[in-house]
Structures are given as C-alpha cells and as structure tokens.
C-alpha cells in the first residue's frame, strides 16, 4: 500500500518523466532525476576538451600516446560528394578526429568533479568513420571508438580509489571486422613526469588489455558507403558509491555487466571527487578515423 | 548569448621539417580565425614562410594566399589573421634540408 509519501514520490516522478517526455531536446534521453549537463554542439565544445598529457618542466615529458592528441572540432560532418551530413537535432557535432597513420588515437575530455556517490547515467549518440579519402566503404579502417570515466573518491572517504571504467566498441584490426564491445582493467605502469613529486603520467589507452564484454558482439548501421553515418544511441550507468558499473545499453542492447571490471588504481594526491568523461577515437590504418558526437547527457540519482 | 570563441591547439611541441602541416581543422560556424605560430625551441636554419590553406573537403588543399615568416628564434610567434575561409584550415610550410623548428600552433575562431 502507497503512504502518503510514496503517492507523492510517484507523482513528482510522473511529472518529471512528462516533463522530460515534452521536451524534445530531453525526450530522446532517460535521465536520472538530476541533470548534471545537456550537450548539444550547436551551442560550442560544452567543455569537451583536448585530452592533454601530464608535463613538467618540458612538454618532452609528455608521454607519446598523449602527445598525439589534436582539438576537437565542430563540425556538421561534412562530406566531399554529398556536403554537410548534420546532426539530429541541429548542424553540429563534435569531432574527434585521429592522425592518419596506423594505430593513431584522439580523446576528448570533460572534467567535472561529483558532489553525491550514487548512480550516474552517462547518454549520448554517436556514430564514426573513417575520411573519404577512398571510393570504398572503408568498415574496417576505424578501429576502435569508445568512451571512459576518470573517478576517484572524495578525500574523507575510507580506502578512496581512483577507478576508470573504459568501454570501446572494437570495430576491426587488420582488415577483420570484429564488432564487439570490451572493456579493460589495467592500465600501463605510472610514469614519473619532471620530478615526479607532483605528476605521474600512465597512458590507459594503450592497446593491450582489452577483454571482451561477455556476449558483446554488436553490428551498428554502419551504412553503405563512406560518407553515409547514421547516428546511435549509448547509454552508461555507474554507481559511483559502489564504484561499480551497472548497466550498458547501445541501440536495442542491453548487455551483461556483472563481468565487467573498471582499471582501478590507489587514489592520487590531487584527484578527490573527480568526474571525468571521455570520448576516444582509434583508426587501424593510414587514415585519419572520425568519431562524431551529436549530444550527451549526464544525469544523476540526487 | 555571447558570440562562439575558440582556442584550438593545432599543433603541440611537434618537430617540423620538410613539408609540414597541422592537422585539418573544420571551423565553418567561424567568421575569422587568428594563427599563432610559436617556437618552442630554438629554430635550426633558415625560417621559411609558412602558407594558410583552405579546402572543400578536409583533403584537397589550396592557398587561401596569407603568408607568415615563421619565428626566427626561441619563443618567437608568426600571425596570420584570416577571414572567408569557408569550413577548413591549416598551416602548412617547407623546410630547406636541415632546417627545422619545433611548433606550438594555436587557432583562436570566433563566431
């Protein structure tokens, strides 16, 4: 039986869903009760950044993986034989965009920190591909896309941990077409960078380490030639209580989490409460690979 | 609303030499863009002039026609400032053999 509060709790809950459901910009997420930032590209970056390396004294210190990261872009995707593809809702996507060359990868980064350890749900739609520099399809060029968390707990919490859950879709490596979500949990060792007193520096993206999502294998509408993109929806929920994933859904999948494991590691001298999201890029060939984002939406249980 | 206004780092503590560009940098929604070109070490040999480029598709690239004399020692900076560049950009430049100059390249666009 509903007490009083409870009748009250669903009513509130009803009218927000309505609300959410009215909006048209919201009505294509599920948010949690909080709206931590509503991102569309047609109103600028919205704070997604270059991911840059940890340096001191030198940008020689930086380590290569990070040096190799460029700006994102805006871009309204467009394309040599058909002009600017556009997004769902307005021109403008933002663009991560890879060097040409085997192996290359590009990141974007938005930094918050958190202010309650509970669910978080991270929404976006994205689609990727490689630069039209071939009359061909090109669906084994890009790699890899994908995306992460960069956490860590608050600096009362007992045995706080930096946590970084990363998820990427493995599109393909040596002309196979692979097709399948991963998830990794190490990282490479910690670098010191300048004295390293201050700084450490450990690129998390490198390509080892990668394990399959249990029943992780997905095909996307990838289209049917190079500059034809469709876009697709993710959605990422994390407790950052737990510290612990709890679900993951692209398009009509929802997979199995109960085996994923984040890269976890101890808490670091100046990270406490950080809530870090990012978008990554990765191509397989000597071709530049675009990973699109049309909007995000994070959202919290608070 | 304010007008858009971005910093873009195009190139950072990379080593040129030869021919050497940025990568492309899509900036349509931009009316005018500043380019900076920074020495972040000692330039060795000649500093050759480096060329604004635009293109129709990110891959085709041509002389939008503004020039700038690349920094001739440590910490010196070149300026271009471009308009009607349409939707892409870079810099783009040609060492002698030998020469070379460690970049920092930023954009600065502005709706």
């Known amino acids: 039986?509903?007490?009083?509060?409870?009748?009250?709790?669903?009513?509130?809950?009803?009218?927000?869903?309505?609300?959410?459901?009215?909006?048209?910009?919201?009505?294509?997420?599920?948010?949690?009760?909080?709206?931590?930032?509503?991102?569309?590209?047609?109103?600028?970056?919205?704070?997604?950044?270059?991911?840059?390396?940890?340096?001191?004294?030198?940008?020689?210190?930086?380590?290569?993986?990070?040096?190799?990261?460029?700006?994102?872009?805006?871009?309204?995707?467009?394309?040599?034989?058909?002009?600017?593809?556009?997004?769902?809702?307005?021109?403008?996507?933002?663009?991560?965009?890879?060097?040409?060359?085997?192996?290359?990868?590009?990141?974007?980064?938005?930094?918050?920190?958190?202010?309650?350890?509970?669910?978080?749900?991270?929404?976006?739609?994205?689609?990727?591909?490689?630069?039209?520099?071939?009359l061909k399809l090109g669906e084994t060029d890009v790699r890899s896309v994908g995306f992460l968390f960069d956490l860590q707990g608050g600096d009362r919490d007992n045995g706080a941990e930096r946590v970084m859950p990363h998820l990427r879709f493995f599109n393909a490596e040596g002309g196979r077409h692979l097709q399948k979500w991963q998830f990794k949990n190490e990282t490479t060792r910690f670098h010191p960078v300048g004295s390293g007193e201050k700084t450490l520096s450990h690129y998390h993206l490198a390509p080892e380490g990668w394990q399959d999502l249990p029943d992780g294998s997905q095909r996307l509408c990838y289209n049917e030639i190079a500059t034809k993109v469709n876009w697709s929806y993710l959605r990422f929920d994390f407790d950052l209580a737990e510290m612990k994933a709890l679900s993951f859904q692209c398009n009509d999948r929802v997979f199995d989490m109960s085996g994923f494991e984040s890269i976890r590691m101890p808490a670091m001298k100046n990270l406490w409460c950080m809530l870090n999201f990012c978008f990554f890029a990765e191509t397989d060939v000597a071709k530049r690979a675009f990973l699109y984002v049309d909007s995000v939406c994070i959202s919290g249980d608070f | 609303?304010?007008?858009?206004?971005?910093?873009?780092?195009?190139?950072?503590?990379?080593?040129?030499t030869g021919e050497a560009t940025t990568e492309p940098y899509e900036a349509g929604w931009a009316r005018e863009a500043v380019i900076f070109v920074r020495a972040l070490k000692q330039p060795v040999g000649p500093a050759p002039l480096a060329r604004i480029e635009i293109s129709p598709d990110g891959m085709h690239w041509i002389p939008e026609g503004t020039q700038m004399q690349m920094p001739t020692e440590k910490d010196g900076i070149a300026v271009a400032r471009i308009a009607h560049f349409g939707n892409w950009l870079r810099v783009s430049t040609s060492f002698e053999d030998g020469a070379s100059c460690t970049v920092l390249v930023t954009a600065h666009l502005k709706a």
Not at chain 1, 34 to 55: K, P
Not at chain 1, 67 to 80: D, E, F, V, Y
Not at chain 2, 1 to 16: D, F, G, K, S, V
């Open chain 1, 1 to 134: 039986m509903l007490t009083r509060n409870d009748a009250n709790g669903d009513l509130a809950e009803a009218i927000r869903q309505a609300m959410n459901l009215s909006n048209p910009v919201l009505s294509r997420f599920d948010p949690l009760p909080r709206i931590i930032s509503l991102d569309e590209f047609s109103r600028g970056h919205c704070g997604w950044s270059q991911l840059v390396g940890n340096y001191e004294d030198t940008l020689d210190s930086m380590l290569p993986g990070y040096a190799q990261h460029t700006s994102a872009m805006l871009s309204t995707l467009p394309h040599w034989d058909a002009g600017s593809h556009g997004g769902m809702g307005s021109s403008y996507a933002l663009k991560i965009a890879t060097r040409p060359r085997p192996g290359a990868q590009n990141v974007a980064i938005k930094r918050l920190t958190f202010r309650k350890r509970g669910p978080i749900r991270f929404e976006a739609y994205f689609t990727f591909k490689p630069e039209a520099t071939e």
């Open chain 2, 1 to 16: 609303m304010l007008p858009e206004n971005i910093t873009a780092i195009l190139a950072r503590n990379e080593e040129w």
